[in-house]
Each structure stands twice: as structure tokens, then as C-alpha cells.
């Protein structure tokens, strides 16, 4: 592949070659990129995109590394990491009285490659409402609007507002809330495959306290409930279909039959699983984790065996959430 005018765009002196992608993904897993590029700022990362558009070089914006899994042959291409920074108040209502400003809600603007977890600390240090439940949220903001991170019963999308978002042809456009069709770990992105520049979040006031409180309490969840500090991509498979965890007779929460994945491999007795590597987590059964050992072709392989095991057992398919990037060979 010719990468000569795409160097020449993006600077010699800013291009990593052969950059191993175990750097840069929470699984510690996958080959080299061809070319590595860092944008720091949305006019890099825009140029980046619309560089590797012009001169037709496969191309890939990754934020913090969370939710992929690269494959151990990396990626033919150029991978764009999106290490923009800016969060900023774009607008308020309230008023102000004996010269305070009385909030009751704001606009809050971040970059995509903004961390998740930062964006959420900015909106409770600043008494902000909605996405407290979040914190501890892995990634960036681009992926959590990619994929409508949720943690329990709250999604990221519900106070989205506005995305901002390069297209195939390179050209900027926006999203409101109403044309981004959110629903449960999906967004309009995975299908037109654009990419996220920024998005916009309606926040209503709230008890500074409080909502730390509400934060906190979330961040010993997901210690509690997930295999926290060693590496691993999250959640490997999506929810399964309600249709089939009402025909399985599934454990209601709420009233609805649960569809946790991660109940029916440990029902299926798939806990402490291995394949070279790569381990399904005590601590959450959706959750492969990566012993220092692992291969991301063990990765591939221990996701085939739970698979198949789990269309034996329950006649239920189930759908990757991890996302995969490059060539795969499974053993047959």
C-alpha cells in the first residue's frame, strides 16, 4: 500500500510506523498499525480523516481503547488515536441574583476523545444532573455516543442534544437527538460509520452532594461487579433478544426478564474458561480478561466456544458487542 502523499500530509515526524496496538487498547492485545497518528485537537483529527479519505488510505479513529479487540496481525492502515481535550458550558438558563448566577440547567460541549470518565467528573463538580450514574464509564466520549454506553438502566444518549461528525466524503455535519436513533447499545453511527467529533449534553441543575454521592455509589458497583484492573474490553457479547429470555423463563427484574448474557455463560457453567490466555472472569462471566498471556486469537477462540456452548445449551445466538479490528482466522 502507498502511504507517501498521506506522510507527507500528516508530517513524517508525526506518524509512528509499525505502532504496536497493545499500547493503546484496554485489552493490552494486537499487531502493529501501519501508521499511528495522535490528534490532539479537532482540527488534527479532522485533517487526518479527511487526508486518509483523499488519498484512499484505510483508516480507523480509536478514543481510549475500550470495547475493541484488534486482531494479533494489526491493521493495514492508518489508526487515528482522538486525544482531543475540550470540554466547555456552550449555554445556560437561569438567572442571577445578589450577583450569583442561579443555574437550573446547562449545555455542556466535550471533544470526542475527551475521557468519558472526565466529562462526568466536569458535570458533577459543577452541580450538573444526568450523567452521574455513569461514572466509571471506560473510553471516550466518542465511543460512549458510538455505542450508547449504559450502565443498569441509564444510557449515555439520553441527554445527548447535538453530535457533530465528519462523513464518508469528509464533510462536517450535525446530528440532533432526534436523528441520532439511540436505543440500547447503538447509535446511527454504526451504521453510517462517521466519525464523532463532538457532542453536546443537556444537564439540568442538581445537588452538587448528592450527586456524588449517586456517583460514588456507582463506582462501587462496578467494582463489586466487574473484574476491574486487569485487562479486558468490557462486555464481550450484547444483551440477549427479550423474546428469548422470555422463552427461557429468565429471572425477572422490575418485571422484565433479565437478559443478562453474563448469566446464561455462568449458568452454563463457563466461569474460569480458558483458551491459552484469555479467561472468562469469575467476577462477571461476560467479561474475558487477558492473563498477561493471551493472544487476541485466543480471545477469538474462547468467544467461539462460548458461543457454540451457549447455542447448544439455550438455542440462543449470541452477538458480539466488543468491536474487531483486522483479519481473523478461526480454527474450524
Same mark, same amino acid.
Given at each position: 500500500m502507498n502511504y507517501t502523499f498521506i506522510i507527507q500530509a500528516? *508530517?513524517? #515526524?508525526?506518524?509512528? =510506523? #509499525?505502532?504496536?496496538?497493545?499500547?493503546?487498547? $484496554? =485489552?493490552k492485545l494486537g499487531g502493529p498499525a501501519d501508521l499511528f497518528y495522535e490528534a490532539k485537537t479537532l482540527e488534527e483529527l479532522t485533517l487526518a480523516v479527511q487526508a %486518509?479519505?483523499? $488519498?484512499? !488510505?484505510?483508516y480507523l479513529v480509536i478514543g481510549? *481503547?475500550?470495547?475493541? &479487540? !484488534?486482531t494479533d496481525t494489526g491493521y493495514r492502515g492508518l489508526i487515528i488515536k482522538n486525544k482531543t481535550t475540550g470540554i466547555k458550558l456552550k449555554g445556560i438558563t437561569g438567572g442571577v441574583e445578589a450577583g450569583k448566577i442561579d443555574l437550573k440547567e446547562a449545555i455542556v460541549q466535550a471533544d470526542s476523545g475527551v475521557p468519558a470518565n472526565l466529562l462526568i467528573r466536569y458535570t458533577l463538580d459543577q452541580g450538573l444532573l444526568g450523567l452521574e450514574n455513569m461514572l466509571g464509564l471506560p *473510553?471516550?466520549? /466518542? *465511543? %460512549? !455516543?458510538?455505542?450508547?454506553?449504559?450502565?443498569?438502566?441509564? &444510557?449515555f444518549g439520553d441527554h445527548v442534544i447535538e453530535v457533530e461528525a465528519i462523513d464518508k466524503l469528509g464533510e462536517i455535519k450535525k446530528y440532533t437527538q432526534s436523528?441520532?436513533? =439511540? #436505543? $440500547?447499545d447503538y447509535s446511527i453511527f454504526h451504521k453510517t460509520k462517521e466519525i464523532i467529533l463532538s457532542a453536546a449534553f443537556q444537564l439540568k441543575r442538581g445537588d452538587k452532594d448528592a450527586l456524588w454521592s449517586i456517583a460514588n455509589e456507582a463506582v462501587k458497583r462496578r467494582s463489586s461487579t466487574q473484574p476491574l484492573g486487569v485487562p479486558s474490553s468490557g462486555c464481550i457479547f450484547k444483551n440477549i433478544p427479550l423474546a428469548d429470555a422470555m422463552r427461557l423463563g429468565l429471572p425477572a427484574q422490575a418485571g422484565t426478564p433479565l437478559r443478562s448474557v453474563g448469566y446464561l455463560i455462568d449458568k452454563a457453567g463457563l466461569k /474460569?474458561?480458558?483458551?491459552? /490466555?484469555? @479467561? @472468562?472472569? #469469575?467476577?462477571? %462471566?461476560?467479561f474475558i480478561v487477558n492473563d498477561g498471556t493471551a493472544t487476541s486469537q485466543d480471545v477469538l477462540e474462547l468467544i467461539k466456544e462460548i458461543k457454540n456452548k451457549i447455542k447448544t445449551k439455550f438455542g440462543v445466538s449470541l452477538t458480539e458487542e466488543v468491536i474487531l479490528i483486522g483479519d481473523t482466522i478461526l480454527s474450524t
Open positions: 500528516l *508530517g513524517r #515526524d508525526k506518524l509512528k =510506523f #509499525d505502532e504496536p496496538l497493545t499500547l493503546h487498547t $484496554y =485489552f %486518509a479519505i483523499l $488519498y484512499k !488510505v484505510p481510549g *481503547g475500550s470495547n475493541i &479487540l !484488534v *473510553g471516550s466520549v /466518542g *465511543g %460512549a !455516543v458510538y455505542n450508547n454506553s449504559h450502565h443498569l438502566k441509564n &444510557l436523528e441520532l436513533q =439511540f #436505543d $440500547y /474460569g474458561t480458558r483458551v491459552g /490466555g484469555a @479467561v @472468562v472472569s #469469575d467476577v462477571h %462471566a461476560n
